[in-house]
T-cell receptor, first 116, second 109 residues
Framework: EAGVAQSPRYKIIEKRQSVAFWCNPI?????LYWYQQILGQGPKLLIQ????????DSQLPKDRFSAERLKGVDSTLKIQPAKLEDSAVYLC??????????????FGEGSRLTVL | KNEVEQSPQNLTAQEGEFITINCSYS?????LHWLQQHPGGGIVSLFM???GKKKHGRLIATINIQEKHSSLHITASHPRDSAVYIC???????????FGPGTRLSVLP
């Protein structure tokens, strides 16, 4: 079974530039999460999708971050414009269970963003 | 107070030692997860448990619901066990996972 795919693995940009990350979850997984992990900290939820609908985006900085999952499969996370404090690893995870928080999580390798 | 706390923050052990990492939480939960993150790598789910004890190879995870505490044990530790171990919980309302800060483990040969 193929795992959660993410790209790019690494990205370096200057502040005020834009960046986009892509995630393809495990086939059939209805729930998709985007997390931000700053060095030395645990992952912090940015947004959760159930199929193509947003379940929770309360911690997404909507003035600069946006995410979509148009067909309920793959998803993109965009940052525009980027700030220095956005330097982090962006993790995508999926879960086969519809009830949030009750299923096993499967993570991608992450996309490491460095903002200069 | 953070909803999920872990101890110790950092742990260095000699190969072969028995290792314990602790997790305590302050909310009612529906499930607790132990995750492993290698440097530069993604996160792998080790265990998902809501009661009792689970064992997989040299890894054992226990949970005490009444005390709101879980432990991850590694027997006969090996340098390849060096990683960050993260505890995550979801609360009784089935809301999203809350992650602990992680425990950085280094096992020396």
């Amino acid at each position: 079974e193929a795992g959660v795919a993410q790209s790019p693995r690494y990205k370096i940009i200057e502040k005020r530039q834009s960046v986009a990350f892509w995630c393809n979850p495990i086939s059939g997984h209805a729930t998709l999460y985007w997390y931000q992990q700053i060095l030395g900290q645990g992952p912090k939820l940015l947004i959760q999708f159930q199929n193509n609908g947003v379940v929770d985006d309360s911690q997404l900085p909507k003035d600069r971050f946006s995410a979509e999952r148009l067909k309920g499969v793959d998803s993109t996370l965009k940052i525009q414009p980027a700030k220095l404090e956005d330097s982090a690893v962006y993790l995508c995870a999926s879960s086969p269970i519809r009830v949030p928080g009750t299923g096993e999580l499967f993570f991608g390798e992450g996309s490491r963003l460095t903002v200069l | 107070k953070n909803e999920v706390e872990q101890s110790p923050q950092n742990l260095t052990a000699q190969e072969g030692e028995f290792i314990t990492i602790n997790c305590s939480y302050s909310v009612g939960i529906s499930a607790l997860h132990w995750l492993q993150q290698h440097p530069g790598g993604g996160i792998v789910s080790l265990f998902m448990l809501s009661s009792g004890k689970k064992k997989h190879g040299r890894l054992i995870a226990t949970i005490n619901i009444q005390e709101k505490h879980s432990s991850l044990h590694i027997t006969a530790s090996h340098p390849r066990d060096s990683a960050v171990y993260i505890c995550a919980v979801s609360n009784n309302y089935g809301q999203n996972f809350v992650f602990g800060p992680g425990t950085r483990l280094s096992v020396l040969p």
